[in-house]
């Protein structure tokens, strides 16, 4: 009797490994299958570089900032010797550039001399920062307490701060924030979830509920155009309610999977970014996803960048077009900061 029923469980193990074993070679075709796949089409739509002529900066390992015009470089910003990664850049109308590189925020000049320059503290992050006029930056510093900075670039003072709800963890809190026309500020709580709007005083004027929440930022309409880690770009309202959506992972023939920043075009189109992480994967060149990608309302996308040689851009975070109508960066205000 013993040895039956030891027979009948070795059997039924047996089984359980043979099924384990199958499981886990389909899951093996499956992801062989995912890596083979195409991860953009073999002819792009649009004009590559020559789409337009635009500002580039994405995280990377290296901190690389560039301006494309005709389709070539016309300026780039090499960092050798720093550290950390840029998660935001916005390029002045007078050629200067304020950008947040997770340890700092600096503005460099065209001629890329530092004018001004904010280290965080030990334990601490920046991933974004805004210009308000030609006086002052207002940016976010992870960490415990995250925070809201507003200082004087003129005379290196801190004029106005305020503390951000967190959770643990510095380096996943926070990524982005853009004034509004109104004077406040939008954060997206990436940690929280939440796109929360702020005024100068660090009240709560309303809370959006946006899963994983990269960026958020603020369009004419009064709207909110969204870029979330669920790999999702949507416009919303300021009440949270859903007026596009374009969930990334159901577009057919490209492998997009890290939006970032979303920016709507003045012909009303809209321009995705697609961050390809340099920690986690190993780029393939003969099958690179695209960096960017320019879609309409209904969803067709009339242009994909692909540059990872000659020149090679690396990954992207934003991009911003250099005739733009829409970028009012620096025609900004944070309550009565001018």
Same mark, same amino acid.
């Given at each position: 009797?013993?040895?039956?029923k030891?027979a ?14 199958a ?11 995912t890596a ?16 337009f ?7 990377a390992k ?10 070539q ?14 998660s935001?850049?916005?390029?002045m109308?007078?050629g =200067? ?5 997770q ?12 004018l ?5 503290? =030990?334990?601490?992050?920046?991933h974004?920062a ?9 940016f ?6 995250a925070?809201?900075?507003v ?5 290196d003072?801190l ?12 380096h996943?809190?926070?990524r ?24 100068? =005083?660090?009240?709560?004027?309303s809370?959006?509920?946006?899963p ?8 004419k309409n ?22 596009? =959506? ?5 577009v ?8 970032q ?30 960096q ?15 540059s990872?040689?000659a ?6 975070t ?21």
């Open positions: 009797m013993k040895l039956t030891t009948g469980l070795l059997s039924h193990m047996i089984l359980l490994m043979t099924m384990l074993l499981c886990l070679n389909n899951l093996a075709i499956a992801q062989t299958v083979d796949k195409p991860a953009a089409p073999a002819n792009l739509p649009g004009k590559g570089l020559k789409q002529d635009f500002f580039y900066a994405g995280e290296s901190r690389n900032m560039y301006i494309i015009r005709d389709g470089i016309a300026w780039s910003y090499i960092d050798t010797v720093g550290k950390g990664e840029i935001d850049a916005i390029l109308k007078n =200067d550039v304020l950008f947040a590189h340890y700092g925020v600096t503005l460099i000049n065209s001629e890329k001399r530092v001004w320059k904010y280290n965080t503290p =030990d334990g601490f992050e920046t974004t805004q210009a308000i006029g030609k006086e002052h930056v207002v976010v510093q992870n960490g415990n307490p925070k809201v900075f200082m004087n670039i003129k005379t003072k004029v106005k701060e305020f503390v951000l709800p967190f959770k643990s963890g510095t996943g809190q926070i982005h924030a853009r004034l509004t026309a109104e004077g406040t500020l939008l954060v997206a709580h990436m940690d929280l979830g939440k796109v929360i709007e702020y005024n100068l =005083d660090g009240k709560q004027l809370s959006i509920d946006v994983s929440v990269w960026s958020a930022v603020p369009l009064g709207n909110l155009l969204v870029a979330s880690n669920q790999n999702l770009v949507r416009e919303i309202t300021r009440s949270g309610i859903v007026v596009w =959506d374009y969930p990334l992972a159901n057919p023939g490209y492998n997009i999977t890290n939006p920043i979303a920016l709507r075009l003045p012909n009303g189109n809209i321009l995705i970014n697609n961050w390809f992480n340099q920690w986690s994967t190993k780029l393939n060149r003969d099958n690179a996803p695209v960017a990608i320019e879609v309409t309302p209904d969803k067709k996308i009339v242009w994909a960048l692909s990872w040689s020149p090679d851009l690396g990954p992207s934003t991009i911003q077009l250099l005739n733009d109508p829409y970028n009012t960066y620096e025609s900004v205000h944070f309550g009565n900061i001018h």
